[in-house]
């Protein structure tokens, strides 16, 4: 018979669980909402459906990852990486492409995006790397890992292209690198080389871009430039937030979804859908409950107890953030669309199964504080 340690029960954070679960269940609510059709013109789509069963699998594996001891990731950090490398690679090769990008790997009927467990792979392994390193050799430690842990992974997300994560990796490499610690002048000679070589990056850059890239690109900066065409996502998106006003028009009474004015509506663009029905006091309400779940792993960091479970909640909680801040920012206009989830609440398996397994490792450092390990 299974024998479930009181411990775990007592200091199980209760409060991280009811977080994800109430934004995973508004979204499921919202995916509801925003792929409701017209009445009279056909059947409803089954990706709410979709998403709740994802849901369950999801609880299912926040449980087995809170129930282990996370010093296993620490463990098998360095493996972890290196698998997520190698799924980035498999990709290039045998990857399945859709929407102009080749991010999809498929094993039978079941598909998913390597991208959406690297980042998770990425934080574990380079946590575990920082944590290996004293003090002394912090500013080595910078030019090291920036080749390992930047440089590489970056390319294999451009090649695919993932611009959406690549921000993302940058962000938690930088967020990560700063909470280890390193001198201004490692700090300083990077921003300088940074700045000298923007011209010349950016134009390396840009010209690896997918038409449809520089497309988004070019309608973030004008987005009237061709108001039918590559400015029509951000307008219309703009307009169903505006629509909704101070109190909202209410739930399934929302018409920028249903009628299909809004592409993208259950996936990046799931949060002027629920603007839209719930004006601007529920959005308020809802970035609040995203501040709750930043703030408690900032919380959570702090109390771990040991260095590596601090780094990892600092980089989920990282994570987290900055795929809310873009999507957020997408929605609004004041970001280019780079396809970035709004976390537990767009539609898609693979990312709320991703989302729930880091969710559970928040948990798990937050729930084993009091134990004594030392890497």
């Known amino acids: 018979m299974l ?79 290196g698998l997520g ?9 045998a990857g399945r492409t859709g929407m102009g990008a080749q991010r999809w790997l498929s094993i039978g009927v079941v598909s998913f995006q390597p991208s959406e ?22 500013d080595k430690v910078f030019i090291k890992s920036l080749l390992i842990f930047a440089v590489v992974p970056l390319i294999l997300l451009i090649k695919q292209p993932d611009l959406g994560t690549a921000v993302l990796l940058m962000s938690l490499f930088f967020v990560l690198i700063i909470s280890k610690g390193i001198s201004k002048k490692i700090i300083i000679l990077f921003l300088i080389i940074g700045l000298i070589s923007v011209p010349f990056l950016g134009h390396i850059f840009w010209e690896g871009l997918k038409d449809y890239q520089k497309n988004r690109i070019t309608a973030f900066i004008d987005p009237d430039i061709d108001p039918a065409g590559i400015g029509y996502h951000i307008n219309q998106s703009k307009v169903s937030v505006g629509s909704g006003k101070f109190l909202g028009k209410g739930y399934l009474k929302g018409t920028q979804g249903p009628l299909r004015f809004l592409p993208e509506k259950h996936t990046d663009f799931i949060f002027s859908v629920f603007a839209e029905e719930w004006g601007f ?58 396809g970035v989830p709004l976390p537990f609440m767009s539609y ?12 559970g490792i928040l948990i798990s450092i937050r729930t084993k504080r009091f134990e004594l390990f030392y890497p």
């Open 3 to 81: 024998k479930i340690d009181r411990r775990l029960i007592k200091n199980f954070d209760w409060i991280t669980l009811s977080i994800i679960f109430t934004l995973s269940i508004i979204g499921i609510m919202t995916i509801y909402s925003a792929t409701r059709p017209p009445i009279g013109m056909g059947s409803h789509p089954d990706f709410y459906l979709k998403q709740i069963l994802w849901l369950l699998i999801s609880l299912f594996a926040i449980i087995a990852v809170v129930t282990l001891n996370y010093i296993w990731l620490y463990r098998f950090s360095y493996p972890f990486y």
């Open 85 to 93: 490398l190698l799924l980035l690679l498999i990709v290039l090769f």
């Open 117 to 138: 467990f690297f980042r998770l792979f990425f934080i574990i392994g380079f946590s575990a790397y920082l944590t290996n390193i004293g003090q002394h050799h912090k």
């Open 281 to 338: 006091i529920g959005s308020i309400l809802l970035i609040g409950v995203y501040l709750l779940l930043f703030l408690r792993g900032l919380d959570t960091s702090i109390k771990a107890k040991d260095e590596f479970g601090k780094f990892v909640a600092v980089g989920i909680t990282t994570m987290f953030f900055t795929y809310f801040c873009v999507n957020i920012g997408m929605t609004l206009g004041i970001m280019p669309v780079v």
């Open 348 to 359: 898609g398996g693979t990312a709320l199964l991703s989302n729930f397994i880091a969710a």
